[in-house]
């Protein structure tokens, strides 16, 4: 549920739904979305963690995510 309606705001967003659409796709992106919130809640902040995360900031770079469109949709995803 989480995961649908993060999605479903993204898609609102004709900036964001370009960059999904060129670099991937929703579907596959829930499934890393999903996986992402789990293991933040489970605990485990070791160097694979921290490693992965330095890997989807350096893949959100590299197609022009700006910082303030990742930083406002986890804010949307923390207030539902």
Do not use: C
């Amino acid at each position: 549920a989480i995961v649908d309606a993060f999605y479903r705001n993204l898609k609102n967003e004709a900036d964001l739904r370009a960059i999904i659409e060129e670099h991937s796709s929703v579907e596959r992106l829930s499934r890393t979305l999903a996986v992402h919130v789990q293991e933040m809640f489970q605990g485990t902040m070791d160097d694979t963690f921290i490693q992965k995360r330095l890997k989807i900031a350096q893949v959100h770079l590299h197609i022009g995510l700006l910082p303030k469109w990742y930083m406002s949709s986890f804010q949307d995803m923390e207030q539902s």
